[in-house]
């Protein structure tokens, strides 16, 4: 087996260690807050299987950065809001490397530190998607 020079929990050790990180009891304080975004990048089948934060955008992982971009013809007019967002994932891991990626690229944003995986244990509402047929 050929060794990484970088492996994946170092790739999200060193997002975590320069990004914003927002506790989930934080989170579900600032759900009522007009200007902030709550951002859930994971996949269809996770919403689906697990369900979602209410109001949540729902911006699958592998089309973020042209949805974010201006100059994408893939461009979401949601990221050209003067909000705060915040990214999630089911753990933190991918949307710490999401928003990294996102900081690079001149947009600010901070990431749900645990992810969904503690989100409905700490007292935050969950959505399930209307089941089709």
């Not at 304080?29 to 990048?41: F, G, K, R, T």
Request: proline share 5%; aromatic share 10%.
């Amino acid at each position: 087996m050929k060794k990484l020079k970088l492996s994946s929990s170092d790739m999200v050790k060193a997002a975590r260690a320069r990004i914003e990180e927002v506790e989930t009891a934080d989170l579900i304080a600032m759900l009522e807050n007009p200007n902030v975004v709550v951002v859930d990048i994971r996949d269809p089948r996770e919403r689906q299987r697990t369900g979602f934060i209410p109001g949540s955008f729902h911006a699958p992982r592998g089309m973020i950065e042209f949805w974010v971009d201006p100059d994408s013809p893939y461009f979401k007019d949601i990221f050209g809001e003067d909000k705060k967002f915040v990214f999630h994932c089911a753990s933190g891991w991918r949307s710490s490397l999401t928003v990294a990626t996102l900081q690079d690229m001149g947009f600010e944003a901070a990431h749900l530190k645990e992810g969904f995986s503690t989100w409905e244990k700490q007292g935050g509402s969950v959505e399930f998607p209307e089941k089709k047929g």
